[in-house]
């Protein structure tokens, strides 16, 4: 680590307050919110922020329990997977689902049918 | 609400760099899995706002603040960002607070050699659209390379 005391405003502390998502752009994700008229600075720096944390946490929780980790690749399964298996990623199984082969869609599809025409 | 699908996205250039800071070094990233956070990260910011909304309205009011942000990361199970989240919020309410007083310090000194009406009711308008501006510098660079190879 450095030879620096750490009251000193060292370069990763200052990073980590600091935030690289625009504003701007945050704000009107939000406000195409429903029921939302107008929010306060402070919320919007805290949710730009929030979305930071959020992309982070998600990359490193993926990679870390994803099958890419062999590979050293994060690839879009480990996302998928993640969001089915970690409760606090659930909100994205909608728009993370797992990718499935045409073919076994289809077959599953023929076995739905064969088991309607039993009645 | 006229905002294309692409608007509501968030800049790829900075998703990618956040995602590779977070990994070990050396970690590649998929094409699909960058486009799928970034898609994530703008459901989070929908699922939070929502979230956030709800406890404004709980309380009256018609704006959203920092307060509700935070009991709305509690109630999304996202508790560990909330030790960071104050921490930043700190720093960034003392910057803002730096800031404000320097502005206004320019702004006394126009109205002394100025001897005209101020209108003070814009105050907020103004610190927002400041910290704007300095956010949209960042995204800047990234497009001007391409802008002056037009003029050869």
Known sequence: ?119 | MAERPEDLNLPNAVITRIIKEALPDGVNVSKEARRAISQAASVFVLYATSCANNFAMKARRKTLNAGDVLAAMEEMEFERFLEPLREALEVYKKDQKGKKEVSEQKRKDKEKKVDSGNDKSREDEEGEEEEEQQQCMEEEPEEEPEEEEVEN
């Open chain 1, 1 to 119: 680590m450095s030879q620096t005391n750490p009251d000193k405003d060292s370069p990763a502390s200052d990073a980590k307050k600091t935030i690289s998502l625009p504003t701007s752009r945050v704000r009107l994700i939000m406000k195409s919110s429903p029921d939302v008229s107008s929010i306060n600075q402070d919320a919007l720096f805290l949710t730009t922020k929030a979305t930071e944390l959020f992309v982070q946490h998600l990359a490193l929780t993926s990679f870390t329990n994803g099958s890419g980790r062999e590979a050293n690749t994060l690839d879009y399964s480990d996302l998928a997977k993640t969001a089915e298996e970690t409760d606090i990623f659930h909100f994205l199984t909608d728009i993370l689902p797992k990718k499935i082969l045409a073919r076994d869609y289809l077959n599953s599809l023929e076995q739905l049918r064969d088991e309607d025409a039993d009645f």
